[in-house]
């Protein structure tokens, strides 16, 4: 795929300290450095090596991936909502691209 | 290939997976996504080859079926949400995108999958989803064709197809001269090819329900495609999954959008008839 | 001194008998590479097999993606709250799969991803605290190699 494409699932409002769910999915290859091309040689690995979620500049979750981590990587964790705020996710890759995206939320 | 172990070992982990998986006959509880109930069970017609028309959702675990029921978990939508942005992306020498002609897609597009492949009287043949999204970018918008299975490819016959779930694969046999190409499509679907010297009649029609090794064997059903493989860890179309077939039996595969991988395709939509569309499904 | 073959046999089944007794709830055939990651969560304790309940397929369908999930019993306070659980794969080329890291403002200690794993084998969970205690749970996946998978 050309580019990595992130996806996020955060309710857009939630009761104050209420523990929500978030999904996040993004399109991404993880090419795991362990497989060969067509004639023999080694494909090199190229991952999502570290993902971070943060809520209004703290940090909330993160995650060290390895190549064993399955393409399109998918990460479902939980987050505590204190007050109304915007969440930030971001994905490293081992070529230097960041990827990010955010999404608000809305405390009752 | 893949490498394989031994036939015993093989064997145990069949045994173990029949307590686990596999085919439930639950009418009363149809899955469904979003509110859309999918048919995966339906009562074939008289004439059919088959006595009850099942699609491939109800082989598969209930850890592959949950990620067909959720849109997020799917990691087909990945490639549906890039169809839906070259939808509106105008490309070629006309200035036009899909758009411009078709407007919204969930309205437009509704049913178009459901009927593919259908006949093409320009053309003179039957159009699959591929072959139509390709003539409208050549004829229409005056843009490049996409390479069957490229991801602009995969991700508009998803889009497309999409706007098609829950309603029933018809495929009209009886336009034109389909009736050739679906008499040639089940000549293929009987033939054996290949090394090992298999039909698709052997595995999906008298054994179905039966392990081969350790994959519990389908329909080989088409209601789902494109799809998420877990295997691909990609979606991927129709024609790859004849082409996998193939390669299996090791038989020299025809190539994707051939006459012949056309012509199956046109048979074995007919064969899944009543079945609800369930593009982007996953399975294994 | 001279040992027989049959008694250099004899001594290693004696040698395994005490190497399980020694580490109980821990897989004898754990390789190097997963011990040294256990080793390193742990701080060279045995982690207690208590309050990790990681969740994976009995059997998957493909090993190319296993989902898992991993829940870890804790308050999630300031003063009380799981910092990092590792998921480890015992017989893939190189077992470690990712690292989680959590803080109070996580709400709960529980994540889920979906994994490769080469063939059947044990997923593994190691978690660790703030107040320094370490658990883990251990799961056996049975990966299908497929007849005709195309």
């Given at each position: 795929?050309?580019?990595?494409?992130?996806?996020?699932k955060?309710?857009?409002s939630?009761d104050?300290d209420?523990?929500i769910?978030?999904?996040t999915?993004i399109?991404?290859?993880?090419?795991?450095?362990?497989?060969?091309?067509?004639?023999?040689?080694?494909?090199?690995r190229?991952?999502?090596?570290?993902f971070t979620c943060?809520?209004?500049?703290?940090?909330?979750f993160?995650?060290?991936?390895?190549?064993a981590?399955s393409?399109?990587?998918?990460l479902?964790?939980?987050?505590?909502?204190?007050?109304?705020?915007?969440?930030?996710?971001?994905?490293?890759?081992?070529d230097?691209s960041?990827?990010?995206?955010?999404s608000?939320i809305?405390?009752? | 290939?893949?490498?394989l172990?031994?036939?015993?070992?093989?064997?145990?982990?069949?045994?173990?997976m029949?307590?686990a998986?596999?085919?439930?006959?639950?009418?009363?509880?149809l899955?469904?996504i979003?509110?859309?109930?999918?048919?995966?069970?339906?009562e074939?017609?008289?004439?059919h080859p088959?006595?009850?028309?099942?699609?491939?959702?109800e082989?598969?675990?209930?850890?592959t079926q949950a990620?067909?029921?959720?849109?997020?978990?799917?990691?087909g939508?990945?490639?549906?949400e890039l169809?839906?942005e070259a939808?509106?992306?105008?490309?070629g020498?006309a200035g036009k995108?899909c758009?411009s002609?078709?407007?919204?897609?969930?309205?437009s597009?509704?049913?178009?999958r459901?009927?593919?492949p259908?006949w093409?009287?320009a053309a003179g043949?039957?159009?699959t989803l591929?072959?139509?999204?390709?003539?409208?970018?050549?004829?229409?918008m005056g843009?490049?064709e996409?390479?069957?299975e490229s991801?602009?490819?995969?991700?508009?016959t998803a889009?497309v197809?999409?706007?098609?779930r829950?309603?029933?694969?018809?495929v009209?046999?009886?336009?034109?001269?389909m009736r050739?190409?679906?008499?040639?499509g089940k000549?293929?679907y009987?033939?054996?090819?290949?090394?090992?010297d298999?039909a698709?009649?052997?595995c999906?029609?008298?054994?179905?329900?039966n392990?081969i090794r350790?994959?519990l064997l389908?329909?080989?059903?088409?209601n789902?495609?494109?799809?998420?493989?877990?295997k691909?860890q990609k979606?991927g179309?129709l024609?790859?999954r004849?082409?996998?077939?193939?390669?299996n039996?090791?038989?020299?595969?025809?190539?994707?959008?051939?006459?012949e991988?056309?012509?199956l395709?046109?048979?074995?939509a007919?064969?899944?008839?009543g079945?609800?569309?369930?593009?982007?499904?996953v399975?294994? | 001194?001279?040992?027989t073959?049959r008694?250099a046999l004899?001594?290693?089944a004696?040698a395994?008998?005490?190497?399980?007794?020694?580490?109980p709830?821990?897989s004898l055939?754990d390789?190097?590479?997963?011990?040294?990651a256990?080793d390193?969560m742990?701080g060279?304790a045995t982690?207690?097999?208590?309050?990790?309940t990681l969740?994976?397929?009995?059997?998957a369908?493909?090993?190319?993606?296993?989902p898992?999930?991993?829940?870890?019993?804790?308050?999630m306070?300031?003063?009380?709250?799981?910092t990092?659980?590792?998921?480890?794969?015992?017989?893939?080329?190189?077992?470690?799969?990712?690292?989680?890291?959590f803080?109070?403002m996580s709400?709960?200690?529980?994540?889920t991803?979906r994994?490769r794993l080469?063939?059947?084998q044990?997923v593994?969970?190691?978690?660790k605290t703030?107040?320094?205690?370490?658990?883990?749970?251990?799961?056996t996946?049975k990966v299908?190699i497929?007849?005709?998978?195309g």
């Amino acid at each position: 795929m050309a580019k990595a494409k992130p996806r996020v699932k955060v309710p857009k409002s939630a009761d104050k300290d209420e523990v929500i769910t978030i999904k996040t999915l993004i399109s991404h290859k993880m090419e795991s450095g362990q497989r060969k091309d067509k004639d023999g040689n080694p494909i090199p690995r190229q991952i999502i090596n570290k993902f971070t979620c943060e809520f209004n500049g703290k940090p909330v979750f993160s995650c060290d991936l390895e190549p064993a981590i399955s393409a399109n990587p998918y990460l479902e964790f939980s987050a505590k909502v204190p007050e109304s705020g915007v969440f930030t996710f971001t994905w490293l890759d081992d070529d230097g691209s960041v990827y990010s995206t955010e999404s608000k939320i809305k405390v009752n | 290939m893949r490498k394989l172990p031994g036939l015993l070992a093989g064997g145990v982990v069949a045994a173990a997976m029949t307590a686990a998986g596999g085919a439930s006959a639950d009418e009363t509880n149809l899955p469904s996504i979003d509110g859309v109930t999918l048919q995966t069970r339906v009562e074939a017609p008289e004439g059919h080859p088959l006595t009850e028309i099942i699609s491939g959702f109800e082989f598969r675990t209930k850890e592959t079926q949950a990620l067909e029921l959720d849109d997020f978990n799917n990691p087909g939508f990945l490639m549906v949400e890039l169809g839906e942005e070259a939808w509106s992306t105008v490309e070629g020498s006309a200035g036009k995108s899909c758009e411009s002609c078709h407007g919204d897609a969930s309205e437009s597009m509704r049913g178009v999958r459901a009927a593919m492949p259908k006949w093409n009287e320009a053309a003179g043949r039957p159009f699959t989803l591929e072959n139509q999204i390709n003539a409208c970018r050549t004829e229409q918008m005056g843009a490049e064709e996409w390479k069957w299975e490229s991801d602009a490819m995969l991700g508009m016959t998803a889009y497309v197809g999409l706007q098609s779930r829950g309603m029933p694969v018809k495929v009209d046999i009886e336009s034109g001269e389909m009736r050739k190409w679906w008499e040639k499509g089940k000549e293929l679907y009987h033939t054996r090819f290949g090394q090992l010297d298999m039909a698709c009649a052997n595995c999906h029609e008298s054994n179905y329900g039966n392990y081969i090794r350790a994959d519990l064997l389908s329909q080989g059903q088409s209601n789902g495609f494109p799809t998420y493989r877990l295997k691909w860890q990609k979606m991927g179309s129709l024609h790859r999954r004849f082409k996998g077939c193939m390669d299996n039996i090791r038989a020299k595969a025809f190539k994707r959008g051939s006459d012949e991988f056309v012509a199956l395709e046109a048979y074995l939509a007919w064969r899944g008839q009543g079945l609800s569309v369930e593009t982007p499904a996953v399975r294994n | 001194m001279n040992i027989t073959r049959r008694q250099a046999l004899a001594l290693g089944a004696g040698a395994a008998v005490v190497t399980m007794t020694a580490l109980p709830r821990l897989s004898l055939a754990d390789t190097d590479a997963v011990k040294a990651a256990i080793d390193a969560m742990a701080g060279g304790a045995t982690p207690e097999v208590a309050n990790v309940t990681l969740t994976a397929p009995e059997i998957a369908e493909n090993g190319n993606t296993v989902p898992i999930t991993v829940a870890i019993d804790s308050p999630m306070t300031d003063d009380d709250y799981v910092t990092d659980v590792t998921i480890l794969a015992a017989g893939n080329p190189s077992p470690g799969v990712a690292t989680f890291h959590f803080t109070p403002m996580s709400g709960s200690a529980e994540a889920t991803t979906r994994m490769r794993l080469a063939k059947t084998q044990d997923v593994i969970a190691v978690a660790k605290t703030s107040t320094g205690k370490v658990y883990m749970d251990r799961k056996t996946v049975k990966v299908t190699i497929g007849g005709c998978g195309g």
